[in-house]
């Protein structure tokens, strides 16, 4: 049995709490508070105390899928990026690029939300971006 903690940084919002991650034999089981870390000294609220749940669930996505004929199927990156590029561009050039908005999650690092915000911007053009953690 291999067991070990892991420190690292809750995955949920931006406030950066400590965590510790159990792992056993290369499978996170569990979280424990990073009591030394100065954010948030050894406290989590409810979703830092679940933030392992997600990782192993079964009904999480691991694959791209594309909606043809009202099913949905695994595609390559490359196809799944190209077409949905392909299909914001016909929305843009159609209704103006205020037809497109964009939510992200606080499941993702200030950094990637950043990112997502430069991207609504300029490369499509709207400023139509939302936060679910501000619903």
């Given at each position: 049995m291999d067991y070990k903690l892991v420190p690292s940084v809750c995955p949920y919002c931006g406030t950066g709490c400590g965590i510790l991650y159990k792992v056993l034999n290369d499978r996170?089981?569990?979280?424990?508070?990073l009591k030394s870390h100065p954010v948030n000294e050894g406290k989590l609220c409810i979703k830092g105390?679940?933030?392992h749940a997600y990782v192993h669930?079964?009904?999480?996505?691991?694959?791209p899928l594309l909606k043809t004929e009202g099913r949905f199927h695994k595609v390559s990156w490359d196809r799944a990026i190209r077409t949905t590029a392909d299909r914001l561009g016909d929305i843009r050039e159609k209704h103006g690029p205020d037809a497109i908005g964009v939510l992200v999650s606080a499941k993702i690092t200030n950094e990637e939300n950043f990112l997502a915000q430069k991207f609504a911007r300029t490369a499509l053009g709207t400023n139509n971006i939302d936060h679910c953690a501000r619903l």
């Open positions: 996170i089981t569990g979280v424990l508070p105390w679940n933030a669930h079964p009904l999480r996505l691991k694959a």
